[in-house]
């Protein structure tokens, strides 16, 4: 018999799920079950319930309909174009990549056979010989060529064009080996060319209105701001999937109607609901949540460039003051992971699992407020509907402040206009970052003496060095010690606070199976469609 | 000029007038677009817009030229040959985007039309015929609940209680899956509803009102006093008086329909014009938002100007 605590949840059981699949051991898992107040005994069937669910044989045959958030006429088939979730839904079920992440993080190799590199600057690319598009033709190196210069060209409007650019170089060798050779060294080639954008399409493909691919699923109908419907590939490479005859793709932006729609049976996918919407869920036998907690994440940001962050006790003081667990319990409803104050997440391969959260201590905080001498001056917080979640956190902080006698005030603003008029303006905001898949893409875009998106404006010399190095390193183990070690610095020295990694919610139906979480999103890095299959 | 052509020359003057203000909205809208931030090429691109990559891009998309020549240029292909041209965002042919949406548009207004139209005359009607009655406060009670309670709350209740209570009904409503005459009965109840609910309401105030008017009048009194029966008196002499209001009310109800239920479409998941016009003005696709603007000032325009014309021919001072 299962002996849960009274308040244990349908939630409860998706955290744990999601935290097998992460490769949590058996023995952590304990812990954080025991830290929550479940007696061992009953956090061993936990555990068992949950490991079950994840073991099946896939069934093939039948069809799905999954629904996403947004959509609109700006919907499009072209990967390097493709902006939300809609659009790498589609292109990962039409194209395929030349390499994937994943459930670990780890690179996998797609269409390509073999990457290879001596130095990390040059290239070889072996493609997988024998690979057919949907119009019958074979893939062969002009193709990759094609694709990926495609991104250098401004007049294709690529979303992933800052990054292609240090591929200086993109030439065929012969017809299934491609060169790519890089401005300077980048040991996360690889992982790069595993985002969405890199999709291959055929040589000389100019026209997106239908997608010619290499992936599991053939367009066949694709109307921008309605939807799309796939069929099965008959000729897909891998030999095994897509389980599904078919699949519509359709996005119903209102939360409400997307998981109204999901229990009366409408669709059987309905992505990323919002934690408030999960009480719908529970006690409902037809549908089920899917938790994964890719890495993004609600922070404050306090400037250290300029008054109060420029006194480094305020920043200290800060950062034992936000109360993570509170934040992690009532503002994202147990949705969420602990986080210690970097950007990368638990669920990266190069996380620092040693490098602890800073325990919530009013009184430590206090001691550091008053020696920065600014115990009772009001300090404004910005935060704003735009980044997610960032008002009750705000409230939170707020409320412990009021407790040690600091006078922080919350300044709602409005989300139109908010990335670019207080974002990385004001003195003490909030923030909210999506997932990137490697260390060197969060820290050179986040914390970088020249970042573009330096949110605390944290400099040090030290840490763009190591950067570099660990960017250029094929070693594992050195780069691993190099990210642990800069991991730690940002906890310690930039004036970022995360409390919480927040979950992803997908919200499924118990018929549908075979979805697991990835680093690079909800739904599967939204590749769910070759992987899942419907009961009979 | 002889007498009987004096009504025509009035609908010809209103389709005169109609024309003119199409055009001074077109102008409206593309002013009211250039005063929005940001164009379509920074709005695609995101976080990833560069001052050279929205250069390169603009440049690709041929937005170098001023934003006024490039309107003009639309507007005169539109005049001359009803071209409404290429959309910016995904290069498809505006005609092509718009049919199939403004298809179901019209199909969702129309069957709304003939359930809301008949049941709001005949209670509105009904409602003026026997003033003070029970029934008379029973309707005016609840129109005046209907058009407090907000479509998203009537649309979500429905959806709710009929798809997943009681999972009579689907969730959503395609354009596209309606094979069988039962599955297009379901498809659209719950829009039609919610719909009807909302235009209703407006409709029966309004001819309750405009009949109660002419009742009032001596004329009517005459009728009555003449020993015409209670309904003779309003259906065969005070009705076709009040025609002209009413018909204006409905038109203003129903011009509604096209472009205004921008809730409903996006609660049932409806592919419809409201949506795509929504579309195009986040991303600022000038061809698009000025295709759909035309849309809806022409059925605007037409309501109206049906309505106007059949108020002028049936006002007896005219028709003789």
């Not at chain 1, 605590?5 to 992460?22: F, K, L, S």
């Not at chain 1, 319930?49 to 947004?70: E, F, K, Y």
């Not at chain 2, 990833?48 to 937005?63: D, H, I, Y």
Request: contains cysteine; hydrophobic residues 45%; charged residues 15%.
């Amino acid at each position: 018999m299962t002996k849960l605590p009274t308040n244990w949840t349908g939630r409860d059981d998706a955290m744990v799920e999601h935290m097998i699949r992460r490769g949590a051991s058996r023995r952590e898992l304990l812990k954080m079950l025991m830290a929550s107040g479940v007696a061992a005994a009953a956090g061993g069937s936990v555990l068992l319930r949950a490991s079950t669910a994840l073991a099946a044989t896939p069934v093939m045959g039948g069809s799905m309909r999954a629904a996403g958030w947004s959509s609109s006429t700006a919907d499009t088939l072209d990967p390097a174009k493709a902006s939300l979730s809609t659009d790498y839904v589609r292109c990962c079920s039409f194209y395929s990549r030349l390499t994937f992440l994943d459930e670990a993080g780890l690179v996998q190799m797609e269409l390509a056979d073999t990457i290879e590199t001596d130095d990390a600057q040059t290239w070889q690319v072996r493609l997988k010989p024998g690979v057919l598009f949907h119009d019958g033709k074979t893939l062969n190196a002009e193709d990759v060529v094609y694709s990926l210069k495609r991104h250098l060209d401004e007049g294709v409007g690529s979303k992933a064009n800052s990054l292609a650019k240090q591929m200086t170089e993109i030439s065929k060798v012969d017809d299934l080996t491609v060169k790519i050779v890089l401005e300077s060294p980048n040991a996360d080639l690889p992982t790069i060319l595993s985002l969405h954008h890199f999709m291959i399409i055929a040589d000389g493909t100019t026209d997106f209105r239908t997608a010619n691919g290499t992936g599991a699923f053939v367009c066949e109908v694709f109307e921008p701001g309605v939807r799309s419907v796939a069929v099965r590939n008959p000729n897909y490479f891998k030999g095994q999937g897509p389980y599904l005859d078919s699949f519509e793709f359709i996005a119903i932006p209102d939360n409400n109607a997307r998981v109204n729609a999901l229990l009366s049976g409408d669709i059987q996918l309905a992505a990323a609901i919002n934690p408030r919407s999960m009480r719908m869920l529970e006690g409902q036998p037809s549908v089920q949540a899917s938790v994964t907690t890719a890495g993004n994440y609600t922070n404050l940001n306090i400037r250290l460039d300029m008054e109060p962050g420029a006194r480094a006790d305020f920043v200290e003081g800060m950062k034992y003051l936000v109360n993570r667990e509170a934040i992690q319990q009532s503002v994202l409803r147990g949705l969420a992971e602990i986080g210690n104050d970097q950007p990368v997440p638990p669920a990266n391969r190069y996380h620092n699992p040693n490098l602890a959260p800073r325990a919530y201590d009013p009184e430590k905080a206090r001691f550091h407020f008053e020696k920065s001498g600014l115990l009772g001056t009001e300090i404004p917080m910005v935060a704003s509907e735009a980044a997610g979640s960032s008002i009750d956190m705000a409230m939170v902080v707020q409320q412990a402040g009021a407790e040690v006698g600091m006078n922080l005030k919350v300044e709602r603003v409005p989300s139109d206009g908010y990335w670019s008029n207080y974002w990385l303006q004001s003195p003490v905001h909030f923030g909210n970052i999506n997932p990137r898949p490697t260390p060197d893409i969060l820290f050179s875009l986040l914390y970088a003496s020249d970042a573009p998106w330096n949110e605390s404006h944290y400099k040090s010399e030290r840490f763009d060095q190591m950067m570099v190095e660990a960017r250029g390193s094929l070693d594992e183990e050195k780069r691993t010690a190099i990210y642990w070690e800069m991991q730690e610095m940002v906890a310690n020295e930039a004036g970022t606070i995360i409390p919480t990694y927040i979950s992803n919610v997908d919200g499924i139906s118990s018929r549908l199976h075979g979805l697991r979480p990835n680093p690079l999103g909800g739904m599967m890095g939204y590749a769910f469609a070759e992987h899942v299959w419907m009961d009979a | 000029m002889p007498r009987s052509l004096l009504p025509w020359l009035l609908v010809l003057q209103r389709l005169g007038i109609a024309l003119l203000t199409l055009v001074i909205v077109s102008f409206a809208v593309f002013f009211a677009t250039e005063l929005l931030p940001g164009d379509v090429a920074q709005i695609l691109l995101g976080q990833a817009a560069t001052p050279e990559a929205v250069a390169g891009l603009r440049e690709a998309m041929g937005l170098n030229e001023p934003a006024l020549q490039r309107f003009l240029g639309w507007l005169i292909g539109m005049v001359v040959g009803g071209d409404m041209g290429t959309s910016y965002v995904n290069q498809m042919e505006v005609a092509e985007l718009v049919s199939g949406r403004l298809g179901n548009s019209l199909r969702l207004a129309g069957v709304t039309t003939l359930v809301s139209v008949p049941i709001a005359l005949a209670l509105g009607i009904g409602a003026a015929m026997w003033r003070g009655s029970i029934f008379d406060r029973a309707v005016s009670v609840l129109t005046i609940s209907v058009i407090s309670v907000p479509e998203f709350m009537v649309a979500t209740l429905a959806v709710l209680i009929f798809a997943v209570w009681l999972g009579w009904l689907p969730a959503l409503s395609y354009g596209a899956n309606v094979d069988s005459i039962t599955a297009m009965l379901k498809a659209y109840a719950m829009p039609v509803i919610t719909l009807s609910f909302v235009v209703s309401a407006q409709m029966i105030r309004m001819t309750r009102a405009a009949v109660i008017d002419t009742i009032n009048t001596p004329y009517v009194e005459m009728a009555l006093l003449k020993g015409a029966s209670r309904s003779r008196m309003v259906l065969r002499h005070a009705l076709p008086n009040a025609l002209g209001p009413i018909a204006n009310a409905v038109a203003l109800s129903l011009s509604y329909l096209v472009g205004g239920v921008i809730i409903v479409e996006t609660i049932f998941n409806y592919p419809g014009v409201a949506k795509l016009m929504v579309d195009a003005v986040s991303t600022r696709d000038l061809p698009l938002i000025q295709s759909c603007a035309m849309i809806f000032c022409v059925s605007y325009l037409a309501l109206i100007t049906i309505a106007d014309m059949v108020a002028i021919l049936s006002n007896p001072r005219l028709r003789k």
